[in-house]
RNA sequence: GUGAUUGUAGCUCAGUUGGUUAGAGCGCCAGGUUGUGGCCCUGGAGGUCGGGGGUUCGAGUCCCCUCAUUCACCCCA
């Protein structure tokens, strides 16, 4: 064992697991192109003055879990992204996407970073898949958005999922909530805990989904943020659920959710699973039509989107059954060379199948016969082609169907007629 | 950042009140079968007992420190 291990709160995936993984990716990249998302990869660090700007400085995120640092002497900071909408925004503003075609939407599976102490389904790099829809966020438009989250937890076929939703409202809405919660809380302020007092200030919305009982009790007599909603945030919200309803996604209403990063207004939704942890979040999302103003922009893009956490997903997949065995496909065929001194001419042919764009695998490293045969079984190798003095010589190759122990001498255009047939008739199977 | 938890072979784990060369199952390698995998049998390799210090005639076992893990708080995906 090395002295070297993984640098904590990140993980290896091994090839075993990277069968689970495409799996899902694949669900993800086909269901992207159903809603017509197109895939958009953008650096893993920024200037660390567009996550202040973004994500909100009195947030979490930005206040202790960025990984920051100086790459050289200019003094200009970097940040590994931690989350993925800001470098989503600040790219189709830099490239003025929006002009080009006034709707955008884009999807993406990345790897973001948090210096935050791990645990179950959470780690300090972590990946996620979402979508960012730009240049609208009509209610179809959220809806939109939720619709394909939703489908593809209902395509990877998740259960025990609770899909929460609330509206923040306009920001003058929210601006005339917050003041009214201020002076809710202002009586309290002795009972509120250290977090909360922060938040007094700053933005005393976020006191509202703390998991501290002692604020619930405090909370559960504030008023309530939906009172205070304009007609128009009212109106948008409804045609949200409406179109949700219709394509019969169950939701709850929260009136508590506000979630933790501060672009977002009036829309704003949060999905949990059952099947986690303490960390039960597996996705969330809302709209965020004020986001391209504070990154510079002129004028205003309305926009919404969504991110799902990877590694929680495939938790939850794991805990409900529904991932695929890892097995890495074996290729179709294994070389077995009795002998050694014939490898070159074995090796040879192996390259002569790959070409005939068949699988192939041989042994490297010199092993017995029986090794070779225990390692083609070992990688569920469909096939196992024997080369060795009498093959070469005569050019009769006995070729193994290595499930149904059948073994027939071809030559060796008939025998990779035969593997042909045996790799089409078992992708024809589920 | 806070609080607990657990560190013995690649993996899952045993290891008596401190007592010789630290074990098992699985996995891996080889042989049984001099050119045929899986099952079976036999054998083998593989361990700084997380690391450092201390107590002791003697420490995997006790004490201290440290590192790492896991879970939870916080917060979020």
């Not at 989107?305 to 590694?311: D, H, I, L, R």
């Not at 083609?376 to 122990?405: C, Q």
Request: with cysteine; net charge negative.
């Amino acid at each position: 064992m090395s002295h070297y291990q993984v640098v904590k709160g990140a993980r290896d995936i091994f090839p075993d697991e990277m069968v689970q993984w495409k799996h899902v990716e694949d669900v993800m990249h086909w269901l992207a192109r159903i809603y017509g998302f197109s895939e958009i990869r953008t650096p893993v660090f920024e200037y660390t003055e567009l996550f202040q700007r973004s994500i909100g400085s009195a947030t979490d995120i930005v206040g202790k879990e960025m990984f920051t640092f100086f790459p050289d002497g200019s003094g200009r900071s970097i940040t590994l992204r931690p989350e993925m909408t800001a470098g989503v925004m600040r790219a189709a503003l830099q490239k003025n996407l929006l002009a080009s075609a006034p709707v955008q939407k884009l999807y993406y599976i990345s790897e973001l970073f948090r210096k935050e102490r791990p645990q179950a389904g959470r780690q300090r790099q972590f990946s996620q898949f979402g979508a960012e829809l730009l240049g609208a966020s009509s209610p179809a438009a959220v809806a939109e958005v939720i619709m394909f989250m939703m489908h593809v937890f209902d395509e990877l076929g998740l259960s025990g999922l609770r899909l929460r939703i609330n509206s923040l409202g306009s920001i003058d809405d929210r601006r005339r909530y917050r003041e009214a919660l201020r002076a809710y809380l202002a009586p309290h302020y002795d009972r509120l805990d250290d977090a909360s007092r922060e938040r007094f200030e700053k933005n005393p919305l976020r006191i509202l989904d703390s998991k501290n009982p002692d604020m619930q009790e405090i909370v559960a007599g504030a008023p309530r943020l939906h009172e205070h909603l304009g007609d128009e945030a009212r109106r948008d919200f409804d045609l949200v659920l409406g179109y949700l309803s219709g394509r019969g996604i169950d939701y709850r209403i929260d009136h508590l959710l506000v979630r933790g990063l501060d672009y977002y207004s009036y829309t704003a939704f949060e999905v949990t699973s059952t099947a986690l942890g303490a960390q039960d979040a597996l996705g969330g999302g809302g709209r965020y039509d004020s986001l391209a103003l504070e990154l510079g922009s002129p004028k205003e893009v309305p926009a919404a989107g969504f991110a799902v956490g990877m590694e929680r997903l495939l938790i939850a997949m794991q805990k409900q059954g529904l991932l695929p065995e890892a097995v890495p496909a074996g290729p179709e065929v294994c070389i077995i060379v009795p002998q050694q001194e014939f490898f070159d001419q074995a090796f040879a042919l192996a390259a002569r199948l790959r070409d005939e764009g068949i699988s192939t695998a041989i042994d490297l490293a010199g092993r017995s016969m029986k090794a070779q045969l225990r390692e083609a079984g070992r990688m569920r190798a469909a096939s196992a082609l024997f080369v060795g003095g009498d093959e070469l010589s005569s050019g009769m190759f006995p070729l193994k169907d290595l499930d149904a122990s059948f073994q027939e001498t071809l030559p060796l255009e008939g025998a990779i007629a035969r593997m042909r047939e045996r790799s089409i008739t078992k992708q024809d199977q589920p």
